[in-house]
């Protein structure tokens, strides 16, 4: 299996060879996808990515820098079925997304792009909530949400803003999305061999000090959505990361991949 970064940045102003935040689980049968962040279909296609492999979309919350790309994922996986004459693996792509609000103002502005966006599959709405929200059984891929403090929330009210954990063969992997630091130990209860960290909202020391001060079992811990603890200066923020955690942590970059 192999992790596909497409966009590594937070929210900031436009930033050089940085996009904001995405990324793919990309397995035998399947690819899966996370925060949908500006040019990140543009960005994996050129990395040689079949789009109409994406059987699920998971947004974790909808600000712009993890939705601004989703109109053009969706326009984009149309255009590749309709050039390549092949439909998407799932028949279906799924998209799970805290707000109906925004999924369907997406497909508003689709509906009035090239012949009225019609499409040969369905996108499938998923409002996320705190459960397993999705198995693939092609793949051996489960999706668990974990809602997070990242947006306020009223008792009562729907949480809005949502961490994931995939559990893909016998691996697991936790997406942070964008998160406060005390949120961490609940997506990190058990072995977690990739840990998505989001640097936004917290600086990357404070990460690496807490999984190592509360033994979170954390084996690899990969830095993403990058805020200024790191842009400014990515490769002494790597080296100094390491003399906290140790060897096994990495600060993504756009338009890279990994295997796992
Ligand atoms: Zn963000």
Known sequence: MKLHFFGTCSGTRPFKDRHH?????????????FDAGENCSYTAYL??????????????????????????????????????????????????IPLKETFDGIMAVLKNTEDNFRIPFKVVPHIVDDSLCYVSKADGVEV????NHHLPHDDGDPWLSFSYVIKAGDKRIAYSGDTRLEDIPNILTEKTDVFLME???????????L????????????????GKSILPDP???????REIFGENVFISDDATSVTI
Not at 144 to 147: G, K, P, S, V
Request: hydrophobic letters at 40%.
């Open 21 to 33: 935040v995405s990324f793919a689980l990309e397995a035998d049968n399947g690819i899966y996808w």
């Open 144 to 147: 668990r949400a974990y809602h």
């Open 235 to 241: 490769v002494s923020a790597e080296k100094e990361a």
């Open 199 to 209: 640097t936004g909202h917290n600086d990357y020391r404070d990460v690496c000090r």
């Open 47 to 96: 990395m040689g990515l079949d789009l109409t492999k994406i059987r699920a979309i998971f947004i974790s919350h909808c600000h712009m820098d993890h939705v601004g790309g989703l109109g053009n994922l969706l326009w984009n996986i149309r255009k590749v079925t309709g050039v390549e004459k092949k439909l998407p693996i799932g028949g279906d792509i799924d998209v799970f």
């Open 211 to 226: 999984i190592r001060e509360r033994s979170l079992p954390v084996e690899k811990l990969f830095f993403i959505h990058h």
